[in-house]
């Protein structure tokens, strides 16, 4: 069996949200969870139309980076996290989820 280079965690949002409501919620979710976001784009667009793809990181000298994306098609939210990270990356999983959800409450009612 191959051996995986990677985990996700996925993170909980209503269904039918925008890419334009989860913007700056998620640029908000990155500042205080002390990181910033060195790219957006889209992940496979072939396989994911419409998806964004953030590249999180601690410090522009650092060596690592943190993913996520959105697919607003099936109102997914994921993080990937390839093992070769430094450690830092592993560190700021669960700070960044939870700023995430904090930024998330609420969001399908307004």
Known sequence: MK???SDSYY???PAGV???KLMPLVERAAESAGLYIS????YLAHKHPGSVHWH???DSQERGIL???FFDVESLFWLMIAHRNPQWV???VPV???ALEREFIGIGSG
């Open 3 to 5: 051996e995986k280079k």
């Open 11 to 13: 993170v909980d949002i």
């Open 18 to 20: 925008s890419k334009e």
């Open 39 to 42: 790219h957006i784009g889209k």
């Open 56 to 58: 999180f990181k601690r």
């Open 67 to 69: 993913d996520a994306t």
């Open 90 to 92: 592993k560190d700021k």
């Open 96 to 98: 960044l989820i939870r």
